[in-house]
């Protein structure tokens, strides 16, 4: 369980708070660039860490992030014009370069006030189809990260954003959490659970044993872990899952790995990126979207909203659950609910965690040790690291003799493994 006050800290985001302060040390996914994607196209309206922001694309095709309300009188400025190498206030005219130049001030005509004054702008860099930004201190700025799947083919990757009604923790526990997967998403993972099913091996063998056995390390960029099931012939199913601060996993698959990003945008709601990618062979985007749930019409791909709501049972179709396990479609979409149904409001300390839970009681022992050590004045986990490439996670079969730490390539752990008995 997790004491009252420890929950608090984790639940959290507001500037001020001590996750927030955390948070704010860090680059953020704050839109994907399909959501700016036209020049001079519509301002976008955002949230990140419970601050409002406006997101644009000028002219020229530089991205901007500003302050939502406009340095003049407060005005919004997601309700500007998009022109000319800026974005234009509606109220008075006042008009802001991508940096935070004043470019126009038509009700003020001296011209030292555009040249002592800069509208709140916010670093910005454009990798693999995300838009990210550092709303932090300038003074304490980290180098900008790069991962793995930056470094394939625009072909071999995709990535889309799916905006939840649920507290960004109970998201990333999931994500951490090796036992839910063939329970869960026992459709994709077990499809034989039907006796009339096709089976899948290569999932079933591995997946079909659902008490997984862990390993943990910490590592310079947060923790890592190693599930391991039981396969016949004294063999090992080894699932390494890198967690990387503040927000960031790597889920190994058979085929194409994914990297999964649970923003906040406030208390109790999240923007979760998720980035397909593959080394070897194209994405098929279409096909992902099946395999997610981004094909349901519970999602719309303009806005990024997954729309579940109570008074409809989050959408469950409960009279599809003779074929479909969950009456869910598609392994983000059964997250997302299973997410939203445990609510802003859950209480840890009622919880009764199993060695099964080994990767969330570790998420946030090492959270609170950081942002405690955060406060003392130290940097957080892995924040001055800027390349990433080399942290992947792996899905391998090995024998009982093996070491997973041999197969681990990329940043090293720094401490030695625990295996879990918690």
Request: hydrophobic share 35%.
């Given at each position: 369980m997790l004491a009252k006050n420890a929950n608090e800290v984790l639940s959290h985001v507001g500037?001020?708070?001590?996750?927030?302060?955390?948070?704010?040390?860090?680059?953020?996914?704050?839109?994907l660039s399909s959501q700016v994607a036209k020049p001079d196209g519509d301002p976008l309206r955002v949230q990140l860490l419970g601050e409002h922001f406006v997101v644009f694309r000028d002219t020229a095709g530089h991205v901007g992030v500003f302050d939502e309300k406009c340095m003049h009188r407060g005005a919004s400025l997601a309700l500007g014009r998009n022109e000319q190498g800026g974005l234009r206030c509606l109220y008075h005219g006042w008009k802001f370069a991508v940096d935070g130049t004043i470019m126009e001030t038509p009700n003020h005509a001296d011209c030292r006030l555009?040249?002592?004054?800069?509208?709140?702008?916010?670093?910005?860099?454009?990798?693999s189809g995300i838009v990210w930004t550092y709303i932090g201190e300038a003074k304490n700025q980290p180098p900008f990260r790069s991962f793995g799947f930056d470094l394939v083919p625009e072909s071999h990757r995709t990535v889309f954003r799916a905006n939840t009604e649920a507290n960004w923790l109970p998201l990333f526990e999931g994500g951490l959490d090796s036992s839910h997967v063939p329970l869960l998403h026992t459709n994709m993972m077990r499809p034989s659970w039907q006796a009339n099913a096709a089976a899948a091996p290569e999932y079933d063998e591995a997946w079909s044993d659902l008490t997984p056995e862990y390993e943990v390390d910490d590592t310079v960029f947060g923790f890592q872990y190693c599930a391991f099931r039981k396969l016949p012939g004294g063999m090992r199913n080894a699932r390494l899952v890198p967690a990387v601060f503040p927000n960031l996993r790597f889920i190994p698959m058979k085929g194409p790995a994914i990297c999964a990003i649970e923003v906040p945008l406030n208390d109790f709601q999240t923007a979760t990126y998720v980035v397909i990618y593959s080394e070897d062979r194209p994405v098929d985007r279409e096909q992902e979207k099946r395999f997610h749930g981004f094909d349901s019409p519970r999602y719309d791909e303009i806005s990024c909203n997954m729309k579940l709501d109570w008074a409809d049972g989050l959408g469950q179709d409960r009279q599809s659950m003779s074929t479909n396990w969950?009456?869910?479609?598609?392994?983000?979409?059964?997250?997302?609910?299973?997410?939203?149904?445990?609510?802003?409001?859950?209480?840890?300390?009622?919880?009764?965690?199993?060695?099964?839970?080994?990767?969330?009681?570790?998420?946030?022992?090492?959270?609170?040790?950081?942002?405690?050590?955060?406060?003392?004045?130290?940097?957080?986990?892995?924040?001055?690291?800027?390349?990433?490439?080399?942290?992947?996670?792996?899905d391998r079969n090995i024998s009982s003799v093996d070491s997973w730490h041999d197969f681990v390539s990329g940043i090293r752990r720094t401490s030695a493994t625990t295996v879990a008995t918690e």
């Open positions: 500037r001020g708070t001590p996750l927030g302060g955390f948070m704010r040390r860090y680059w953020h996914p704050i839109a555009r040249q002592r004054l800069k509208a709140p702008a916010y670093p910005v860099k454009e990798q969950t009456g869910f479609s598609g392994v983000e979409l059964e997250d997302v609910a299973i997410s939203t149904s445990i609510g802003n409001d859950w209480d840890r300390s009622k919880e009764h965690l199993v060695p099964s839970d080994a990767a969330v009681v570790r998420l946030r022992r090492r959270l609170l040790e950081a942002i405690a050590r955060f406060q003392d004045g130290q940097p957080p986990p892995g924040v001055d690291l800027a390349d990433m490439t080399g942290v992947a996670g792996y």
